[in-house]
């Protein structure tokens, strides 16, 4: 072969590395080019990082599990602690005030205005007020206001504490005489012995169609309002402070 047939032009030198760069480009834009696609990346079609968000919402589940369990082991030993303070007689199992007054009504009154959380529950035998304080010496504090606010009027505190009742009179804010458990149940109202031990709740008796009256849902004004109602209280002497 001769030396001119193995050199080559310029014009035909740029055209053969024009033709392995074209080539080359074919190559690189297939299929085969590594593009990357949406489930491989772990972002959706928007760009968004699924992957990321189903982190978050997992964090999120389990949070709300956490906070969740926080919340019923509180109140599990909540629980606890009440019973353990009943156990021991530092909270009273249950207390009623006993009287003889006709109206539930009156008696939640003479409560909401001594001061005293109760639901109240009337009878033939007088008007019973279940306290909501059973902390300490709480229900005979409760006997001593009701007694002084409302001068005159008797009552007697019943208490349960670790399983031993104790039924004491109370008048002019001073405890007096005290009954033994048979005596005071034979002359208490017939729910009063149910209720202080525990076998029956004043829902029970409200689904037997009892009516109760909560002091909760009086305020001070309707408190006088019903003892307006009941007594002649504004039209004379009161010993209703």
């Given at each position: 072969?001769?030396?001119?047939?193995?050199?080559?032009?310029?014009?035909?030198?740029?055209?053969?590395?024009?033709?392995?760069?074209?080539?080359?480009?074919?190559?690189?834009?297939?299929?085969?080019?590594?593009?990357?696609?949406?489930?491989?990346?772990?972002?959706?079609?928007?760009?968004?990082?699924?992957?990321?968000?189903?982190?978050?919402?997992?964090?999120?589940?389990?949070?709300?599990?956490?906070?969740?369990?926080?919340?019923?082991?509180?109140?599990?030993?909540?629980?606890?602690?009440?019973?353990?303070?009943?156990?021991?007689?530092?909270?009273?199992?249950?207390?009623?005030?006993?009287?003889?007054?006709?109206?539930?009504?009156?008696?939640?009154?003479?409560?909401?205005?001594?001061?005293?959380?109760?639901?109240?529950?009337?009878?033939?035998?007088?008007?019973?007020?279940?306290?909501?304080?059973?902390?300490?010496?709480?229900?005979?504090?409760?006997?001593?206001?009701?007694?002084?606010?409302?001068?005159?009027?008797?009552?007697?505190?019943?208490?349960?504490?670790?399983?031993?009742?104790?039924?004491?009179?109370?008048?002019?804010?001073?405890?007096?005489?005290?009954?033994?458990?048979?005596?005071?149940?034979?002359?208490?109202?017939?729910?009063?012995?149910?209720?202080?031990?525990?076998?029956?709740?004043?829902?029970?008796?409200?689904?037997?169609?009892?009516?109760?009256?909560?002091?909760?849902?009086?305020?001070?004004d309707q408190a006088m309002a019903v003892i307006a109602k009941h007594t002649r209280f504004g039209r004379g002497k009161s010993s209703i402070q």
């Amino acid at each position: 072969m001769a030396d001119d047939d193995l050199h080559f032009s310029d014009d035909e030198l740029q055209a053969a590395l024009d033709g392995f760069e074209k080539e080359f480009e074919g190559k690189g834009s297939g299929s085969g080019d590594g593009s990357a696609t949406p489930g491989d990346t772990g972002k959706d079609a928007d760009g968004a990082d699924t992957d990321g968000h189903t982190a978050d919402h997992q964090h999120t589940d389990e949070h709300g599990d956490d906070a969740h369990g926080t919340a019923d082991s509180a109140e599990a030993q909540g629980g606890f602690d009440d019973e353990l303070q009943e156990l021991i007689g530092n909270k009273a199992k249950s207390v009623a005030l006993v009287t003889r007054l006709a109206s539930a009504e009156l008696l939640a009154a003479f409560c909401q205005i001594s001061d005293i959380a109760a639901r109240c529950i009337g009878s033939d035998n007088g008007a019973v007020a279940v306290l909501k304080s059973k902390n300490g010496d709480a229900p005979e504090a409760a006997a001593r206001d009701l007694t002084t606010v409302v001068s005159g009027m008797a009552v007697i505190l019943a208490v349960n504490r670790a399983d031993k009742l104790e039924a004491t009179l109370y008048l002019q804010g001073e405890a007096g005489e005290q009954f033994a458990p048979p005596i005071f149940f034979a002359s208490a109202p017939s729910f009063v012995e149910d209720l202080m031990l525990g076998i029956v709740s004043l829902d029970d008796l409200a689904g037997d169609g009892a009516r109760i009256f909560d002091t909760a849902a009086m305020d001070h004004d309707q408190a006088m309002a019903v003892i307006a109602k009941h007594t002649r209280f504004g039209r004379g002497k009161s010993s209703i402070q």
